[in-house]
């Protein structure tokens, strides 16, 4: 725990120095430049304190905009505002500090005015700053906006709060340096009015949300080098902190009871058993979790949310998805052919989309994967992984199946062992009292691509969690020249100049991934250029893909990159593998590559 709060530490101190932290330098800046000595102190342990609570008690969001809302960002703007016109008006700053002085005497002994009031802003500033999330703030903001502020969770904010704020006093004491030898040569209160415009413009530019906007921009930008975003992904991202935040992060719940639960399979009285497969144990595992914090529903009447008070009486199946996941789209027909037979007995399934990339989370994107997909069942959008988080989940795909009364009874991760989630389904069905299922009703059949048994682990192209590249990857512009002749089975190798970012890289030119596969189907994630589509060429083995061998997505040898998503690249008669490079067309972005 030490070591995760000494993480949490440096990892605070560097978004200091990141530009996420430019909207609140001017009023950081402008008030600890004003007033007596303790005045910045003041103003790092109030930022301390209300952005730790910021972070355990108000968290809305984990992309690092808008830790706190509503009122405590309201009253935040209002503090700037009127500390400003204090600055502004000499009279009215008497007034002000005359009674707060008073309490100088349970604050530092240091000399000087402005203590209190140096607390009272920095409280404000820390309601309205948002640094640009890595893990570490990713993982706590999530954690207690689900299960609550635990001391480890308190620990580890406070931790990264006093990581940043140190940072930020030694701007507050640099920028009181250099105005202090301002102010000798200025005449009256000239510098301190100046000073008061500046907070009075930050507060009113933070009421328009022009903050908010910029650090959406900020966390959207793919020009801006990796390092001065974030410059301590490498430490929040290693093993060592991982496993640690894990710690935070309670286990699913539903899954450890569900592994306790008896094996003893439910005696089949109903009835509905599918010829040949026992009924799985049903345990009650406990209630299930709303649809929390969600976006955008679809397939729903006029678009309105679902709830489970609202589907009381009916089985629920909550399956968590993505629509780039491989294994996802491998589960996709059971899903569509359960919704099919079921759900006029009784059966809703809900798709619960947790995006994984950050193209993912756009609405038209999804919108248009469901329609592509032919799913016809209610989908939405979970892009804050608030109710990912409310389950505990960790897996796509993931299945959790809900009885009449709102209880959850199974759970499944991952591909695989359908016809035993279909009896589960059928015997919560007959649970309930259905009349319509019978032991002559046979499972449905279904059509579905299934993987195969040994293929080559799944890899990202991005720095993040790139794994297998013999020659990167490297952060930024990189010219990796030509790839590396003789890979290994199962290695892969960049080629040509790529731009590499933490979740993603962007083809620079005519440039190649070359991998060594075994595999009987190949997909990988990709992105057009901004505003218009470009071409991928598929060569295996030295020459152009035959259409024997070529992907779903693969014509004359070439994909159509025209919009975000998941591709099909090689699909072999039966599995296989070889050498496999794809030439990218400038602009192109490359996620992942999957197997099966």
């Known amino acids: 725990m030490l070591l995760l709060m000494l993480f949490a530490l440096i990892a605070g101190a560097g978004t200091a120095i990141t530009p996420c932290v430019l909207p609140v330098l001017p009023a950081l800046l402008s008030a600890s430049a004003a007033g007596g000595r303790r005045r910045p102190l003041g103003i790092v342990i109030g930022l301390s304190v209300t952005f730790t609570i910021a972070i355990v008690a108000l968290a809305q969001l984990v992309k690092g905009v808008g830790l706190a809302s509503g ?18 008006i000499p009279e009215l700053a008497a007034r002000v500090q005359a009674p707060l002085s008073r309490l100088a005497r349970f604050g530092p002994r240091t000399r000087g005015d402005g203590f209190w009031t140096g607390v009272a802003v920095g409280g404000a500033l820390g309601f309205v700053c948002a640094p640009c999330a890595g893990p570490i703030l990713a993982a706590v903001t ?72 910029f650090e959406e921009t900020l966390a959207r930008s793919q020009t801006l080098p990796g390092f001065l975003l974030d410059p301590t992904k490498s430490l929040e991202s290693s093993n060592a902190v991982q496993n640690r935040l894990a710690s935070l992060r309670p286990a699913s719940g539903f899954a450890t009871r569900q592994r306790e639960a008896s094996t003893k399979p439910v005696p089949d009285t109903q009835g509905v058993s599918i010829p040949g497969v026992k009924t799985p144990p049903l345990p009650d595992l406990g209630a299930a979790p709303d649809f929390t914090n969600t976006q955008r529903w679809f397939n729903t009447p006029g678009g309105h949310p679902l709830s489970l008070a609202g589907l009381r009486g009916r089985v629920v ?87 009449a009364q709102g209880r959850v009874r199974y759970t499944h991760f991952g591909e695989g062992d359908y016809s035993k989630d279909e009896q589960a389904i059928r015997g919560l069905l007959a649970e309930r009292g259905d009349k319509t299922l019978s032991s002559g009703l046979a499972a449905p059949k279904v059509h579905a691509i299934h993987p195969s048994r040994v293929a080559t ?63 009987q189907r190949v997909y990988v994630v990709l992105s057009p250029p901004r505003g218009h589509s470009a071409l ?24 159509t990159v025209d919009r975000q998503r998941l591709y099909n690249v090689v699909n072999l008669s039966s599995s296989g593998g070889g050498y496999l490079r794809l030439t990218m067309q400038n602009g192109i972005g490359a996620y992942s590559f999957t197997f099966g």
């Open 317 to 403: 199946l909550v399956d968590f998805w993505t629509y780039t996941c491989i294994n996802c789209i491998r589960t996709l027909p059971y899903l569509k052919a359960w919704d099919a037979r079921y759900r006029n007995a009784g059966l809703t399934i809900v798709g619960v989309h947790t995006p994984e990339f950050p193209f993912e989370h756009d609405t038209g994107n999804v919108k248009q994967a469901i329609a592509s997909d032919g799913i016809k069942y209610p989908v939405v959008q979970d892009n804050n992984y608030g109710t990912w988080t409310a389950y505990g989940n960790q897996y796509w795909p993931a299945e959790y199946l809900i009885d």
């Open 142 to 213: 999530s954690v207690s906006a689900s299960s609550g502020a635990t001391a480890q969770v308190v620990a580890v904010a406070l931790s990264y709060a006093v990581g940043l704020s140190s940072v930020l006093l030694l701007y507050a004491l640099g920028g009181r340096a250099v105005i202090d030898r301002v102010k000798r040569s200025a005449r009256g209160h000239v510098v301190e009015r100046t000073l008061g415009v500046v907070l009075i413009a930050t507060g009113a530019l933070m009421a328009a949300n022009v903050d908010v906007r």
């Open 536 to 559: 991928v060429k598929v060569e295996l083995d030295g020459k152009p893909i035959p259409a024997g061998a070529a992907g779903s997505d693969v014509h004359n040898g070439v994909v």
């Open 457 to 519: 682990p799944e890899t990202y192209v991005g720095t993040g969690r790139a794994m297998g590249w013999v020659n990167g990857p490297h952060k930024g512009t990189h010219d990796y020249g030509s790839p590396p002749s003789g890979l290994g089975l199962n290695q892969f190798a960049y080629g040509g100049i790529w731009n590499e970012a933490p979740e993603f890289a962007t083809a620079l030119g005519d440039s190649s991934l070359n991998l060594d596969f075994q595999a």
């Open 71 to 88: 009122a405590a960002r309201t009253l935040a703007v209002v503090v700037l505002i009127g500390f400003g016109l204090i600055l502004l």
